[in-house]
């Protein structure tokens, strides 16, 4: 049998946490045969929640859940963890301005970085799913600087997945015959979902999505604008955020990481640029990626035209102001 692995969630008493923390007990995050010991963090206001979903999992008896740590200790919490899921940040709340919602994210992920590079297993691998997602991502790296950089990243699997839906509704194919979205740049509104590489798998072979809609319009504007608000949607319905969705697709994002994606797949993944498609190098930005060995590596020479270009420069552009708000909290 294999050792278990320890994942770190933080922000487990949330919603997303709540979501999340039994698809990782019942195999769904690394695989139906690997033990897992999950690390939960929450703040002391919310440890007497946290508590209640330790004991939850427990009454769940998961056959791979091998120990839970349920802390409000950062350093207990991020202790020999493999893989860390950084879902615990501070929510914008009305009337507050955008700098005071930066700031407070800037100081959780400056002191979890250090306790992450301190303490984490050696080749732990760090998903940031909390807002601002990207921005949220770059502090926990310059902070955590003996941590490699190819091991942060954030989560815009979720608007990814959201862009697979989309079409699957459109076209009325299974999910899983569409593949090869692309999201770029930020996990906010100015991301640019890309369906001019995607393709569907037909009867009579693969074809690509434009070929299939017909429908240029809507591929350049509403299916646009669907997926970009699609979180904002799902406000409005629920009265709360994602949380199922958002869970499943950290386990997604976790899982190809680890596991390697299909040939011949891509998906997206916020990582640090290397200058690839000219985006500036030093943001965190979607990129499309394949995995293997454990390792993600940007998808390269796909044409790119003035309508894309626009849109990635845009977003590399907001990314670039973040950046700025951010640093500017530090000093
Ligand atoms: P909740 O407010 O339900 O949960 C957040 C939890 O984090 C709370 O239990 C809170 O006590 C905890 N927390 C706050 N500060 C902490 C700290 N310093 N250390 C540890 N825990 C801390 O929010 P939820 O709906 O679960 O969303 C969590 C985050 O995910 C939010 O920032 C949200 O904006 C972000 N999202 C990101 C998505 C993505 O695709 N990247 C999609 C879904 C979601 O909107």
Redesign the pocket.
Known sequence: AKDPMRVLV?????????ALVPMIARGIMLGADQPVILHM???P??AE??NGVKMELVDAAFPLLKGIVATTD?VEACTGVNVAVM?????RKEGMERKDVMSKNVS?YKS?ASALEAHAAPNCKVL????P?NTNALILKEFAPSIPEKNIS??????HNRALGQISERLNVQVTDVKNVIIWGN?SSSQYPDVNHATVNTPSGEKPVRELVKDDEWLNAGFIATVQQR?AAIIKARK????LS?AS?ACDHIRDWVLGTPEGTYVSMGVYSDGSYGVPAGLIYSFPVTCSSGEWTIVQGLPIDEFSRKKMDATAQELSEEKLLAYSCLE
């Open positions: 933080t922000g487990a008493a949330g919603q997303i946490g709540y963090l929450d703040i206001q919310a929640a946290l950062v879902v615990g940040g501070f929510p959780i979890q940031v799913v909390a807002n997602a954030c989560l815009t699997r979720l608007d996990h979180g709360f955020s994602s949380a958002a697709s």
